[in-house]
């Protein structure tokens, strides 16, 4: 399995401001993706974070809202633009396709609880 | 996209019961997957499963998934408080991108 740190673990933002999530995988992954959450929710797919491409956002997120970076297979970041209030959510970062592992499994950050005033 | 439906929702039952949480989709997946998640945390993967017809037991966690691999299910036995969690179920598409739907998700609390 592997096992994804995220930083900050929560962080309390005033409006208009911008916050970057940090997202540190300890092995390397083929894909890594960021979620939204809201407490006792589902998750939902904000986008796929590509190495050395744009990312692949889902419907209802753009790139000036969430920009993303992917530097290497191990590392990601997530910032969350100009925000209000209604941003205010659980961020989780995960990876796929570990070196020797199934494609398939999933694992997960701990999350980043963002609270915007 | 393929949709899963989980159900139920909510659940709430005494230490010792058993019950089960289903997953439900009118799309075939390549694997599905089960995750546990407790509050200020992110998911943890439970199990994969793959193959139609699949078994596989945790301890006193027993996951099923369907023949036609449209479904599956969670089954836990003399459930214990420290069941109590967001249970989700997450269906990964055929072909090589493999995308990742997840349902709704379940919260169970076992009450002591």
């Known amino acids: 399995s592997a096992v994804i740190s995220q930083k900050p673990s929560r962080d309390i933002c005033q409006r208009g401001t911008s916050l970057t999530i940090q997202c540190q995988v300890d092995?390397?992954?083929?894909?890594m993706f960021w979620y939204r959450q809201q407490p006792g929710q589902s998750l939902t797919l904000i986008a796929t974070?590509?190495?050395?491409?744009?990312?692949?956002?889902e419907s209802g997120f753009v790139i000036d809202k969430f920009p993303i970076s992917r530097p290497n297979l191990t590392f990601s970041t997530l910032t969350v633009s100009n925000m209000s209030p209604e941003d205010s959510s659980i961020y989780l970062c995960?990876?796929?396709?570990?070196?020797?592992?199934?494609?398939?499994?999933?694992?997960f950050g701990p999350g980043t609880r963002l609270t915007v005033t | 996209t393929q949709l899963l439906e989980q159900s139920p929702q909510f659940l709430s039952i005494q230490e010792g019961e058993n019950l089960t949480v289903y997953c439900n989709s009118s799309?075939?997946?390549?694997?599905l997957q089960w995750y546990r998640q407790e509050p200020g945390e992110g998911p943890v993967l439970l199990v994969t499963?793959?193959?139609?017809?699949e078994v596989k037991k945790l301890k006193r966690l027993t996951f099923q998934f369907g023949d036609a691999r449209k479904d599956s299910s969670l089954h836990i036995t003399a459930a214990q408080p420290g069941d109590t969690g967001l249970y989700l179920c997450?269906?990964?598409?055929?072909?090589?991108?493999?995308?990742?739907?997840f349902g709704i998700g379940t919260k169970l609390q076992v009450i002591p």
């Open positions: 799309s075939v997946f390549s694997s």
């Open positions: 092995s390397q992954v083929t894909m």
């Open positions: 995960s990876a796929r396709g570990l070196a020797g592992g199934p494609s398939y499994e999933q694992y």
């Open positions: 997450a269906g990964a598409e055929r072909g090589g991108y493999q995308k990742v739907t």
């Open positions: 974070a590509n190495q050395g491409s744009e990312a692949t956002y």
């Open positions: 499963v793959v193959t139609g017809g």
